[in-house]
């Protein structure tokens, strides 16, 4: 799932795995770069051909 919107969220490190009873970091980090997701540095899911977006810059209107 995170291959496939990874377009969408960006690359890099998304976020980690925490022991929730010692709330330490499990030294796991699951992240999303070039079409593929993984955990810690292990591939798990490419999405192939991979996309990127053009992103708009958009200018705010205060009401």
């Known amino acids: 799932m995170i ?5 969408l969220i960006g690359e ?3 976020g980690y795995f925490v ?6 970091d499990a030294n ?6 070039n ?6 540095g292990h591939k798990s899911v490419t999405v192939n051909p991979h996309r990127k977006l053009k992103m ?3 200018k705010l209107q205060s009401w």
């Open 12 to 14: 890099g490190t998304l």
């Open 28 to 33: 796991s980090s699951w992240f999303y770069k």
């Open 3 to 7: 291959a496939g919107l990874g377009p």
């Open 19 to 24: 022991n929730s009873k010692t709330k330490a």
């Open 56 to 58: 708009l810059h958009l």
């Open 35 to 40: 079409g593929r997701s993984g955990v810690s």
